[in-house]
Structure formats: C-alpha cells, structure tokens
C-alpha cells in the first residue's frame, strides 16, 4: 500500500475573478534555507503498523478508535453498547481501506473487514483493514535550515484483540532536523493486562514516549513526503518474549515504546517475536501535510476589476515499495483559465496533470491491483470560505490494459455535500501493470463567494 498524499490548491478568487493555474513543482530532495515559517492545518495520517488492523486469534480483530477510550475495568471484549469505538473525536478521524473509493471512514460494523468488505483472518499476515489514524489541525514552526516542529491536540487509541488491551496516543508532536531526521511523540495512556494473567487490569501512569523515529522526512511548503519510519533491524531490550533478529522482516518499534508495552500486553506484537505474524509488524508509511505563511501568491487587480488567483500543487515524489510506484508526470502547470460568471455562480475548468502509474508485480496476490481517490477540503480564504463540494472531475486512463478503469465522473456542486469533499476514485486496477491517469477538473464557485483569495487541500490516496 502507498500512503495518501496531500496537495494544496493554491489561491482561488470569487466575484468577478481569474482562475489561475495549479502549478506542479518538484519536492525538494534535500534540506533548504527557509524564512522562518509558521504552521498552520497539518494533518497526520498514519496506520501505525499492518498489525494495528489485522485479524486477532480472540476478538475478532485489532483496530484504531478516535479519542480516549473508557475503562472497561477488566480485561475483556468491547462491545457496541460500551460506546468506546468512535470514528471521529475533535481533530481525529479513523478511516479504512474501501474497494469503492480507496478509503472510508472506519466504523463499528467495517473496522474488522479488509478492503473487499470481507473479515480478516488471523491466519493471514495480508489480511488487512488497512486502518489509519487521520489527525488535523495542527500547527508549529519551520526554522531558516529547514527543521521543523508541529503539534496536534486529539487522542486515538489502539485496541488489540477486540479490546482484551488498548492503550491511547494524546497531544502528538513531530520534531525533525533540517535533513528530515526526527522522531513523533505522543504522552501514552492506558490499561495494564497481561495474557497470562486474565485477571490483571491497572490504571498506566501517563507518560511521553516515541511513536516513530524518521529519517528523510525533508520540510515543504505542502508538508513532508511520505515516510516509513525505522522498523527494520531495529534492535530493542525485551521484557517477555525474546526478539528475533534474523529474517527479512525483523525489526521493532522504539525502545521507549516497547518499555510502555510490556505494561499494556501488547508488546511482543511491536517487534519481531518469532511469531507467524512478523510480517504485519513493520511500520506503514507516514504522511505529513500542511500550509505555511511563505507560500505567497500575489493577486493581481486588473482594470476590469477581475482578481487573479493560482493554485499551487507541489509533485511529492513518494519512494516506490516494491514494484508498484505513482507520480505526477511533469511539472506542467494546470490553468483553469478565467472564470465565468453562468447565472447565481462562477466557473471554471482545467486538466488534472498526468498521473503515472507502473505495476511490474507479476503473479501472486495483489499483483496489477491498485487503486487512487482523491479528496478535497473546503475553499478558505480570508474573504471566507466555500465547500470542497465545488470541486469536481471526469477521470480518464489512457496508455493502459483493460484491467485499468477511470472512476465515475464527479460533479460539482454548489451544496454543502457532494463534489470532491466526499473521497472519490481517480482510477482503479484489476490486472493491469501501468497506466495514465489524468481528470477534467471543474469548479463551481457560490454566488454568494466574496472576492478574495482561496486555497484548498487536494488529497490523492494510492492503495495497492
């Protein structure tokens, strides 16, 4: 699976207005000298590991829940009826793999399912849900050498085997240095249970530990390219179960984390143990969007009174995991031209910049099926703001084998829901190696939109 990756859609004008163009620049591949910058709308997303939505042996499965979970005062099973599952909880959201549109929301009745709506088994290490903590609004800095710090307020917890332990992640801050070497830390919080003591259940004094230490998580104006943080041939002291260090997936978790797990149970399930299930253990990739107040555009005024605006969309180049990769194919910029003033709204139109796809996995599961979605968050701006929903596309695949289909066409709308602000598919795979993948893009803006300057978040998700 490659992560979503986030782009932000550079400065949109309402009223009588010029639609500039989605500029499509390279990421930079090493450190840069920045003025001090500040953070603003980051988002994580992040699944910690393939084991955090995996089958269990007992309870169905191991999931991510939204907030703080209560106490069930024992070692046991969460039900329904507890009210601890919660998909959304302030700044964070749970989602899940989809077969429909590549990512969806995780809820009590699909958390345990892979992306086919099927119950994943225990017995398989690629039996996965694919769930994956979504955490926004957070803020922090970028110094002149290109480190960085950003913070979150909100919480998920993670629960194993159905809820026999969990343990929750609070107030989460990323800090790196001007080479994108850094770690995560969260202040960790939870239950004591143990498996060979049912009867175990005590309160875990709160502490900060390191989720996840990076290497090459280099700062952007749109945030930080995917990055899988250390997992593989990380040594670490074991409390309980010995680690095993040989194989092509041996590794572990940070030290510290692993210390917190020895008192919730769960930590031979965070480094290689011997087990049948090392292969889900490795860390997923991490990804890291946000805007910044250097990324300037200036409005020009022209003498009829029309506002320019641009939209600028940053090409991250996202390391390729095996043998499946996806990248913009060019920097070309996409210029949605001049709106039109069509009856109560204005609009506009341009073309999504190529998308190409390769797949060179021959034979065995999964081989040639992928899928991309995209989502788009709400048009703000100091004027106001307008939905995501006024963003549309007609996707399209060109240079591929039949397996490859484009996604249903969305339109936009000028309502509170529909359009992009929903995740939809760009195109998706069922036997084909590689492929173009481009859109029509069309904006609807409302009538009522002030003029003034807008930007927007566009999220691209690959799943393979």
């Known amino acids: 699976m490659t992560p979503t990756i986030r782009r ?159 343990w929750s992640a609070s107030d989460l801050k990323l800090t790196a240095d001007a080479d994108g070497d850094g770690k995560l830390t969260a202040t960790a919080s939870g239950y004591g249970a143990s498996m060979e003591d049912a009867g175990k259940w005590v309160a875990l004094t709160p502490r900060t530990i390191t989720l996840a230490n990076i290497k090459g998580g280099v700062a952007g104006d749109w945030g930080i390219p995917s990055v899988t943080p250390e997992y593989k041939g990380v040594k670490v002291t074991t409390a309980t179960t010995p680690q095993t260090t040989t194989g092509a997936n041996w590794g572990s978790f940070p030290q510290d984390f692993i210390d917190f797990q020895n008192e919730t149970g769960q930590s031979s399930y965070w480094y290689s143990s011997g087990g049948a299930r090392d292969a889900a253990k490795p860390t997923t990739p991490l990804v890291v969007s946000w805007k910044t107040t250097t990324d300037p555009v200036t409005p020009t005024e022209p003498a009829d009174g029309s506002k320019e605006i641009g939209v600028t969309v940053p090409t991250v180049e996202v390391p390729a995991t095996g043998a499946f990769s996806w990248a913009f194919a060019d920097s070309k910029a996409v210029d949605l031209g001049t709106a039109t003033k069509v009856g109560e709204t204005f609009t506009a139109s341009g073309d999504l910049t190529q998308v190409k796809v390769t797949d060179t996995r021959a034979g065995g599961s999964g081989a040639y099926t992928w899928s991309i979605s995209g989502q788009v968050s709400k048009f703000s701006g100091s004027a106001g703001e307008f939905g995501g929903a006024s963003l549309g596309w007609l996707p399209r695949v060109s240079n591929a084998g039949t397996g490859v289909t484009p996604g249903s066409e969305v339109k936009a709308s000028t309502a509170a829901t529909g359009g992009l602000a929903s995740s939809a598919t760009l195109a998706k795979s069922t036997g084909a190696a590689s492929a173009d993948v481009d859109a029509k893009l069309n904006l609807v803006i409302p009538g009522s939109a002030k003029a003034g300057k807008y930007t927007a978040t566009l999220t691209l998700t690959a799943l393979s």
């Open 8 to 166: 932000t859609l550079g400065a949109v004008t309402a009223g009588a207005l010029a639609l500039g163009g989605l500029a499509l620049t390279a990421a930079p591949a090493s450190a840069q000298v920045w003025d001090p910058s500040t953070i603003s709308d980051a988002t994580l997303t992040w699944g910690m590991s393939g084991e955090t939505g995996g089958g269990a042996f007992f309870g169905g499965c191991n999931f991510l829940s939204a907030g703080t979970a209560g106490n069930t005062t024992a070692s046991r099973v969460w039900t329904e009826a507890d009210g601890f599952f919660k998909t959304t909880d302030g700044n964070v959201t749970i989602t899940k793999n989809d077969a429909a549109n590549g990512v969806t929301n995780a809820t009590w009745a699909n958390k345990c399912q892979d992306a086919d709506g099927k119950a994943v088994s225990a017995s398989s290490t690629t039996s996965l849900t694919g769930i994956r903590a979504v955490v926004s609004g957070g803020t922090g800095k970028i110094a002149e050498d290109g480190a960085y710090s950003v913070s979150w307020n909100g919480s998920f917890t993670v629960v194993f085997y159905g809820g026999l332990t969990y």
